[in-house]
């Protein structure tokens, strides 16, 4: 397998000191940024995550930060969700969309004040939107990308481990809800959030300088919890259906597509762009879905282009992401698929570069 | 050192196969894609790109088609260089900034028709930024990305092997301009321009499907002039200086302070963001700015973060980029410099992960 060569422009992150010494073996670049992608193997990482607590560098989730009065108008325009009733403490999960509807991102909104926000990104130069919207409406705020870089704490003991380095307190916060909580001095934003469905938590690391002493102070104080660097995992993000921009969804989809349109408020959210597309898709339903499929036989190989869908033939599909689960004793997928074979129970098959596999579409993910 | 690790979203080529084929060992990721950075050694790549002739992978150059009645002064909103003389057929490296002269990219724009443009980007997701700007100012263009990926063959021998796959006539375009050229049936547009210093041609490859055919075709005429697979030397484009987006510059800089001070006509480029901000830089002129900068001793490693250049201990500038030259015998490197120390035969320190070295300050590139 080629390796990944060291440039400054694939940005190192202020864990990545001990995301080396911690022995990662292989990288992913998200945001222009290294992101780990597995420590000892996918499937031992995935063991560890499920029975203990690690800490993820997640330094990619790069913020997009809006500040100034017109700070929510622009954050409004930005999503067909809507708003309107949401509290400072609180992280919204917002599809971000194209004049057509397409989805530019799928980040999680954190409203840290009435006018001032953190949008934390998923893997596109959101930024880029977000400046280009505000410079051709000339809305009064300031977009830039602040020196804050996510620490993610997941797994069944991330309560344990979190209390013990900021208290008993961070144990209160609620999913999608975030505090302020010290650490040497700087408070930080901890939100109950993270893309595993083991739990958890976020660190918004507000501050590159406290990043390796923040990753000790954790690794030392879960020694017992048998801590270890870890990373998103491929084989429990899609048991638990946790999408991946730019894997499952690109801009040539809408969040219906996506299945995200529980997200969508879009008769509500005035002055959102894309409004007329999403209001179309919206009444007609969407011709195509994500849905979970369950794919026969050996582990499949890495899914590292589209993979057809067809029935009797004809494409009526693609899978996007793709792993054998131990824990599921099959291998666990994410496609889109037409809404003639959408329905639980369809039998399709999908083109492997290792040749054809039965499949099924299910009706909901594993975990 | 770690692999990279494949998905989707980390973008395939379509010269991809053939890449594989021939033994890459090192990838980076650029615009989300895939870029080959390694096929022998880069000093062996460096010794047969300034030899013979390579066959480059560069597709990760994705084009921001620009097409309808405000094309075209959209993109003069995009740049300071004034576009109003540019001609049909004509390619423009064109500093991209923000509304505070930031660098966004440093693409190459190429005028197709007088409403038809594309933008062939660096690592940035520039797409956005662009389709931003149109939605704002509510221009009637439409933007995209079009299904169009550059192979470069660069190299002494990159006429010689043009001529046999496209026939004499390609050897007449002359330097950033371009001509359109038949390969099986299609009409391809081919420039003569490239990311070395060794001469050579990009071909807009405009359908992925012809993409292994071209590389194909061109690995076949050319098996006599021993032509290889490669991609962007490191050493060669240090020796050339050409800067990396990402690496050698980002949005903290101006055009001025990256040394394209020659390419902003800002006075001229009615209705270019950032010019209120570019004209003051101009006026003032930059405090840092771009310099080859020579390293003493060993070899040096691989730059993947700034390395601080002092002198008398105080932080005077940084290297961005640095490798060693054979050809040169020296460490060759890439950097920005405070105009207290930027001239040339001024002696500084370079403090790089294994220690301080002196460099020197010189008044040019090597090659």
């Not at 067909?80 to 999680?108: A, H, K, Q, S």
Request: charged share 25%.
């Amino acid at each position: 397998m080629p390796v990944i060569s060291p440039s400054r422009r694939v940005r190192r992150t202020p864990f990545s000191d001990g995301v080396e010494a911690a022995g990662v073996k292989g990288y992913t670049v998200y945001n222009r940024m290294l992101l780990p992608t597995v420590f000892e193997s996918v499937e031992a990482d995935y063991r560890h995550l499920k029975d203990h607590v690690q800490v993820w560098d997640v330094a990619c989730e790069r913020q997009v930060e809006l500040r100034g009065p017109d700070a929510g108008r622009l954050v409004q325009m930005l999503t067909p969700r809507d708003l309107r009733g949401m509290e400072t403490g609180r992280c919204f999960y917002v599809p971000i969309v194209d004049e057509t509807g397409g989805m530019l991102n799928d980040p999680v909104a954190v409203k840290l004040e009435e006018d001032r926000w953190w949008i934390s990104i998923a893997d596109s130069d959101l930024l880029l939107w977000v400046k280009g919207v505000a410079y051709g409406y000339r809305l009064d705020v300031l977009v830039d990308e602040p020196d804050v870089s996510p620490l993610a704490v997941q797994g069944p003991q991330a309560d344990a481990l979190m209390a013990r380095v900021f208290g008993d307190a961070v144990g209160k916060v609620k999913f999608f809800r975030f505090g302020r909580f010290d650490f040497q001095g700087r408070s930080l934003v901890i939100a109950r959030s993270g893309y595993s469905k083991q739990g958890g938590f976020e660190i918004y690391v507000e501050g590159s300088d406290i990043g390796m002493p923040l990753w000790n102070a954790l690794m030392e104080a879960g020694s017992d919890l048998q801590v270890r660097a870890g990373c998103p995992n491929l084989i429990e993000r899609i048991e638990g259906g946790l999408l991946s921009y730019g894997n499952d969804m690109t801009d040539d989809n809408t969040p219906h597509e996506c299945g995200l349109g529980r997200f969508c408020d879009t008769q509500a959210a005035i002055g959102c762009i894309g409004r007329d597309a999403l209001l179309r898709v919206a009444k007609e339903g969407p011709v195509q879905q994500v849905r979970a499929i369950e794919i026969t036989g050996d582990p499949v190989p890495r899914c590292d282009r589209v993979w057809p869908v067809t029935s009797k033939g004809e494409r009526v599909g693609q899978v996007t992401s793709a792993a054998h689960s131990p824990d599921f004793g099959t291998n666990v997928a994410i496609g889109m698929v037409r809404m003639t074979h959408w329905d639980a129970g369809t039998q399709v098959q999908v083109q492997t570069p290792e040749g054809p596999r039965d499949a099924t579409v299910r009706d909901g993910f594993w975990a």
